[in-house]
Every structure is written in C-alpha cells, then in structure tokens.
C-alpha cells in the first residue's frame, strides 16, 4: 500500500470540488419543535404539525438530505407508528408498515431518527412534510416532553 503526503497548503487553496465530485453542503434549512403536543390517533397518514420546510435547491444535480428526530409519547400501550416524507405532495419515503417504531409499555417516551436522501431535480423552492400514522389507531402524543427536530441539507451532486 502507498502512502500519500499532502502539504498543508495544496489543501488551503482548493475552492471546489472537481467535476463528477459532490457531496459538499450547500445550504442548511432547519426547524425544531418544542413542546407542540399533538396527539395522533389514526391508521391514515396525517401530517405532523409544524414539520414542513422549503428549501431552493441551487442546481437540477443537488439532492436533499433530509432528518427528522421525533420525540414520542406512548400514553396506553400502543404498538407504534409508521412514517412517510413527502416532497410537495409526493410521497418520496415510507417506512412500510405501521408500527416500524414500536413500543414496550405505557407511558413509554422515545425519539426516533428518520433520514432520506431526495434527488428533486428541480432548482424551485420545494418543500418537504413528514406524515404519521398509529397502528391500529391507537393514540401516540408527538412532541409532548421533549424537543423533535427537522433538517433539510442541499448536498452538490
């Protein structure tokens, strides 16, 4: 195996990636929710309160990294709850099922990370949900004792 050296100062000038190399952040949208109960008792997706952004991507090329951390309370012994991304009015993500986060016991409390990666290809503002939906309808609160966040990421591609 070789090892390479590079000189501290080859890497102070590069202002770019070269071409067919991305993965450089681009811009950053972000918002979190604190202590917005919102009490969620249904086997149809709905969205989550106050999880939506919009975001301009900067090039048709760009894909966006998408992350939401979801803070849960189980109140009576629910199985769990399933998850969908839209971009728009698009479905993008969907976990499969309604109980991929699923619970022990009541009054159980978690915070899940979901993350996709979208690849728009558009340069118009977007804007991306996160929708939610209980198994067999039984009630979770989103959100009641803790802080959820939602971040979107413009990536170069």
Same mark, same amino acid.
């Given at each position: ?39 969620? +008792? !249904?086997? !149809? ?29 189980? =109140?009576?012994? =629910? ?9 728009? !009015? ?21 915070? +899940? ?6 690849? =728009? ?37």
């Amino acid at each position: 195996m070789a090892i390479i050296t590079l000189k501290n100062n080859s890497l102070s000038s590069v202002t770019e990636l070269p071409a067919g190399v991305g993965g450089k952040v681009l811009q950053v949208s972000d918002m979190a929710i604190i202590s917005s109960t919102q009490a969620v +008792a !249904t086997t !149809t997706y709905t969205d989550l309160t106050g999880f939506n952004i919009s975001i301009t991507p900067s090039s048709t090329s760009s894909k966006i990294f998408m992350c939401a951390n979801i803070e849960t309370h189980a =109140p009576s012994n =629910p199985r769990g709850y399933g998850l969908k991304f839209f971009r728009n !009015t698009t479905e993008i993500y969907g976990s499969g099922q309604l109980y991929s986060i699923f619970y022990i016991s009541t009054s159980e409390r978690q915070i +899940a990370s979901w993350n996709y990666i979208d690849s =728009p290809n558009t340069t118009s503002s977007t804007t991306y949900k996160v929708q939610v939906a209980t198994y067999n309808g039984q009630t979770l609160n989103f959100n009641q004792a803790s802080e959820s966040t939602f971040y979107l990421m413009e990536i170069a591609g």
